[in-house]
Each structure stands twice: as structure tokens, then as C-alpha cells.
């Protein structure tokens, strides 16, 4: 079985990820490290120096990469399902499970506004007002991909220990 997760910058991904993949003695790969292992360049550079178009384009060539593993969890970046087909790739997998963490748009600003210098596209936004409303408007434009996802779990207001016992009794 593989366990892909899904959700906006933010929502907890890398986090519940590695986590999960501990719980269930799973393989943990997250997706944007593994595109900077691949490519020799962190997602920052990638974006300063090559562009938006390059990271999108190898990060739908890393995902065919790791559609394939067993017994994974795989850490989408937020934009991954997205893009081009790869929410149709992800969901064409045998034996895989896609989730989405699901949550609110000020629960997402306030972990945000904690580390917007490393994802570059919220990295130019100046005040809590300002990145709420790109969350808002970006969160609208890719919240029908998101809701492809086989299962969905709220996770505002919850102790990522809670996030995991709700994320094994859906999974299982
Ligand atoms: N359930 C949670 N409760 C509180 N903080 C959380 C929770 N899940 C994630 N975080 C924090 O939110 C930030 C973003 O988490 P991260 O896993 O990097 O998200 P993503 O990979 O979806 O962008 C991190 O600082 C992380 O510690
Ligand atoms: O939402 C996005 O388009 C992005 C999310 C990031 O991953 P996280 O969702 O893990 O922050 C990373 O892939 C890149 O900065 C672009
Ligand atoms: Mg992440």
C-alpha cells in the first residue's frame, strides 16, 4: 500500500507524514526533498533561478518517480495535484490511498506566517492580512484538485498525535 498526502502549504504534510510513516513501518519520502535530491538544488534556489514552469515540470517528472513504491508514505508539495495530470496519475494507483489534510485559512496563515522565507511563493508577503488573502484566493483556485482525495481529515484545532489516530482508524 502506498499513502499519498495532500493539502495546502502549511496544512501538515511533511509533518504527519514522517510520523505516519514511523506508526505504520512504512517508507517516508517527501516529495520536495526528493525533487532536490534529484536535481542537486533546494525547491528555493529552484524557483529563484530556474523558475516556477522548471519546478512544476520536475516535480511532475520526481511524482511518476515515486507513484510506484510500496508500503510509502509520500508528502505531496502543495501544489502537486495541481498541476498537469498528476492528480489523475495519483489516483489511477493501485493499492494507494490519497488524503487530504483539510484546513481553515487562518489556521494555515499562522503556521505560514511562521515560515514563509522558505516556500517561495507566499516569501514576498508583507503583513498576516496580505498572506491571508493569497491563501484564501489560492486555496479557492485548488481546493477541487484537493478534494479529489480518497479521504479527508479537518485538522484544525488537533494535536498531530489526534491527526494520526483518526488518519489509522480512516485507513484501515
Ligand atoms: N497539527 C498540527 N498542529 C500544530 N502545528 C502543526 C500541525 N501540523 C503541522 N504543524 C506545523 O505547521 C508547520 C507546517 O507543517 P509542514 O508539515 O511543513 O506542512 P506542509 O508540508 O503541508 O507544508 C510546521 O511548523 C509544523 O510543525
Ligand atoms: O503549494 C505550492 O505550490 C508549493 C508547496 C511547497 O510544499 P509544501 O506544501 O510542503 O509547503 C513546495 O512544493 C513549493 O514551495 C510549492
Ligand atoms: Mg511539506
Same mark, same amino acid.
Given at each position: ?56 515540470? !520536475?516535480? =511532475?517528472?520526481? +511524482? /511518476? *518517480? ?8 509520500? $508528502?505531496?508539495?502543495?501544489? %502537486? ?14 493499492? !494507494?490511498? =490519497?488524503?487530504? +489534510? /483539510? *484546513? ?8 505560514? $506566517?511562521?515560515?514563509?522565507? %522558505? ?19 489560492? +486555496? ?33
Amino acid at each position: 500500500m502506498n499513502i499519498f498526502l495532500i493539502g495546502y502549504m502549511g496544512s501538515g504534510k511533511s509533518t504527519i507524514g514522517k510520523q505516519l510513516a514511523k506508526v505504520l513501518g512504512f517508507g517516508f519520502i517527501d516529495l520536495d526533498r526528493y525533487i532536490e535530491q534529484q536535481e542537486g538544488l533546494t525547491v528555493e534556489t529552484i524557483f529563484a533561478e530556474k523558475g516556477e514552469l522548471y519546478f512544476r515540470k !520536475a516535480e =511532475s517528472k520526481h +511524482l /511518476k *518517480a515515486v507513484l510506484d513504491l510500496n508500503n510509502s508514505v509520500v $508528502a505531496l508539495g502543495g501544489g %502537486t495535484p495541481c498541476y498537469g495530470n498528476n492528480m489523475a496519475l495519483i489516483k489511477a494507483c493501485e493499492n !494507494a490511498k =490519497s488524503i487530504y +489534510l /483539510k *484546513a481553515s485559512i487562518k489556521t494555515l496563515a499562522a503556521r505560514l $506566517a511562521e515560515a514563509q522565507s %522558505t516556500r517561495p511563493l507566499i516569501a514576498h508577503l508583507k503583513t498576516r492580512a496580505e498572506l491571508e488573502e493569497f491563501i484564501a484566493k489560492h +486555496l479557492f483556485e485548488r481546493a477541487n484538485y484537493y478534494s479529489l482525495s480518497d479521504v479527508a481529515i479537518a485538522v484544525d484545532d488537533l494535536e498531530i498525535e489526534q491527526i494520526m489516530e483518526r488518519l489509522v482508524l480512516k485507513l484501515f
